[in-house]
Every structure is written in C-alpha cells, then in structure tokens.
C-alpha cells in the first residue's frame, strides 16, 4: 500500500509568499494611485493654464497676432501641444508598464514616464497658482521627476544599486523627495534656490547616475544585461526627443 503525504510548508515560507504577494499588490496600487493623480490633476489644471496663457499671450500680443491671430488660439495651440506630448509619454509608460509591470526596472521606467509626461506640460503650476492646497501633491509629482530616472540609472537592469555607495545616495534622494512637497513654503524648497546651486544639485545627481550606469555597463553586465540597457537608451532617447520638440514648438516658435 502506498501512502501519499503532502509535503509540510513551513511557517516562514508562507509568510515570505504572502509578503511578496502583498508587495506586489502595493506596487500595484502605488502605480495606480500615482497614474489617477497625474491625469487628474492635470485635467483640473487644463482650464486655468488656458487662462495663464492667454494673459501671458495678451501682455506680448504684437509678438502672437502675426503667428496664431489671437491669445485664445496661442493657448489652445499650448494645450494642445501639451496633451500631445503627455499621451506620448503615458502611452509609452503604460505599454512598459504592461509587459515587464511585475519586473522591478519595468516598473520603474514606467512610473518614470508617468511622472516625465505631467511635467513636460507644466500644466500643475497653474492649478497651484489658483489652489495652493494642491502644492504638495504638485509638488511630489515634480520631486519623483528627479528621483526616479537617477533610480533607474544605479539600478537598470537587476534592481540592485552599483556601485555599492549608490544605494546610500538613492535612499537620500527617497527621504528628500518625500520631505520636498512639506517644505513648498519654506526658504529650504529647491524653488527658492539659487540658480547656481539648482544646476550644481541637477548636474550633481544626473552625473552621478550616469557614471554609475557607465560603471555598470562596462565592468558589471553580462552581454544580456547590456541588450537591455542599449534597449532603454533607446526608449529613453525617444522620450528626451519627444520632450525637445515639445519645448521647441512651445517657445522657439515665438
């Protein structure tokens, strides 16, 4: 007779599956949440941009009759640019999103996009303008701009910082950017910056993603890994690319 025994799961196996599962699930959510919230928020901001635009556009009317007509047809002409860019980038952020979603890097580059698509129309400034009570979240949106592409560089393709120090960099970065959107009236918020210590800030983090990712690339990857990496120089070129015409139509027009 042959007996048949159901092999024992031990207690911390389970516990690791369910947190894995419940981490997944947050992921999730998070990425949900943050979607909702940038495609609200800058659908609210639509209607007081236009108005930001035409009173802009009326104080320089010599310069927008002779191209556009009136300041009405200018700061349509701008959301419409906007908008255009915006669904480039959201598509792009969905399309990744959906195919390597459960994949740490996946998941990055797409929330990376999200967050590069409402900041490419600016849209949110007018909206803080009317209703500062949206500053924070505004703000958060812009802060995650500068987190996660430096996120992406340390750690593309296995989700693990190289070098070592830049898991010590990436954690100060995550406790600035969560504690950014509390300080937006405050003299410490990067908007009361110097210039010169904006750009010393902005090339400091940059460089050092970069250098990492070169660091990477050449010392580190294995020949799959290096595929992947010239694919999201690819998808991050077409991004940057969409983001310079955007601004090219936007204000070298004029």
């Known amino acids: 007779q042959v007996t048949l025994t159901t092999p024992e799961v031990r207690p911390d196996t389970q516990l690791n599956t369910l947190t894995s599962k419940m981490a997944r699930l947050g992921s999730r959510v998070a990425w949900v949440i943050i979607a909702t919230l940038i495609t609200s928020m800058t659908l609210a901001s639509i209607g007081p941009n236009y108005a930001l635009s035409v009173e802009r556009a009326s104080a320089s009317i010599d310069v927008i009759r002779p191209i556009f007509g009136t300041p009405e047809i200018y700061a349509t002409y701008l959301i419409v640019v906007g908008l255009v860019g915006m ?5 792009m952020a969905v399309l990744i999103y959906w195919q390597h979603g459960t994949e740490y890097i996946g998941y990055v580059v797409s929330l990376m996009l999200l967050v590069l698509g409402e900041d490419l129309t600016n849209f949110v400034d007018a909206l803080v303008a009317q209703v500062p009570l949206m500053a924070i979240p505004g703000d958060m949106i812009r802060a995650l701009t500068h987190l996660l592409p430096v996120v992406a560089l340390f750690t593309f393709p296995t989700g693990k910082a190289v070098p070592r120090w830049g898991q010590f960099l990436l954690w100060v970065l995550t406790i600035w950017t969560l504690a950014r959107p509390f300080l937006y009236y405050t003299p410490f918020h990067p908007r009361f910056w110097h210039g010169s210590l904006t750009l010393i800030w902005f090339i400091g983090i940059l460089g050092s993603g970069l250098a ?4 990477r690339y050449r010392t580190v990857s294995t020949p799959e890994q290096r595929q992947q990496t010239r694919w999201i120089v690819f998808t991050g070129g ?3 690319a969409v983001y310079l015409i955007q601004l090219v139509i936007q204000f070298v027009v004029l």
């Open 87 to 91: 669904i480039a980038f959201i598509s």
């Open 212 to 215: 990492a990712a070169i660091y």
């Open 238 to 240: 077409i991004a940057i």
